[in-house]
């Protein structure tokens, strides 16, 4: 695999436009609203954009997932009811990296620091069937597990067996195609990798390079699995925290020069050197790079998609370096 064969990708989430509220939108507006940051994601260079995220991540699957409307057994919805709205306003032609909360995430929403596997096992199928329904309408180039907690929140009382399993159960629509499982801790990295349906391990590298120390490239290599690897910090309120206190003021009070400040700090150059040093050090089993997290945190569209530009310069720059 060549430098050339590395996709651009974002994880989703992304600003609202100033003065606008989800809740005062009809459904044709917020469809609207999604097409329009899809193509801004496009023209900063994004080569495999998700649909933007602006509907909070548990809500917009545990919805249909608990409704009984809608549901098969508890916990598990009907197949024909697993659609995922956004997709609606995806171009046709267009694919896109369709994020699906996972099912580990799921049941914490619901359930929290319990054991009950039959439920958990029901959210990942219901999770195979959102993805099963998004490859069947023929948008999706990449699909993408997220799983925030996993490695990070106490109460996950499940064996490391049980959530291996449930992530089985619910990439199995995506075997043979890419599939990205996104963390927010290294501590599960190697053991998603053994998940024949996950094939991309998503590691946010930029704000914490010492994460790769942790993943071995053996690894990789006998489960064939690769690496999607952040190079551009999404962590804003902790970039600004930093620069307050090395500059002595409040950024947030002067939001230009916060701009200049985050642009300055998250270069393309800077954004190429970490890329550079991930393959230097994974070479042909890295298979995704781009921003470590979603924007939606972002102050503003314009901010979040001139990072994105940014992120497209340094794998423009890397890929021209040759081999």
Known sequence: MSKQSIFFDDIGSFPLPKGIRLKSLSRDQYLELVRDVLAQKSRAGVEVPTY????????????????????ESPYLIKKEHARIMELEA?????????????????????????HYPDILN???????????????????????LDEPSLGLNSNIVFSEDEILDALRIASVPCLGRDCEVHLHSPLYAEACARV?????????????????????????????????AGIARTDILSMSARLNEQLGINLWQDMPRLE?????????????????????????????TGPDCGLGSWPSQDLASRMLANCAEAVRSFRLDGA
């Not at 909070?56 to 249909?64: E, K």
């Not at 029901?122 to 993408?144: I, P, Q």
């Open 52 to 71: 933007p995220q602006f509907r909070d991540m548990i809500r917009m699957f545990m919805d249909d997932i608990e409704n009984p409307a809608l549901e």
């Open 90 to 114: 995806v171009p046709a032609g267009q694919k896109v990296r369709v994020c699906v909360t996972g099912p580990v995430e799921l049941y914490l929403s619901a359930y929290g620091a319990t």
């Open 122 to 144: 029901n959210l990942a199928k219901s999770v195979a069937r959102f993805l099963c329904v998004a490859l069947e309408e023929g948008k999706m180039s990449v699909a993408s």
């Open 196 to 228: 024949p349906g996950i094939n991309i391990v998503g590691i946010e590298s930029a704000a914490h390079p010492d994460y790769l120390q942790l993943i071995d490239k053996r690894v990789l290599e006998e489960t064939d699995s690769y690496l999607r």
């Open 260 to 288: 200049r400040e985050i642009q300055e700090l998250e270069s393309p150059q800077v954004m190429k050197k970490r890329l550079d040093k991930v393959y230097a050090k994974f070479g042909d089993r890295l298979r995704a």
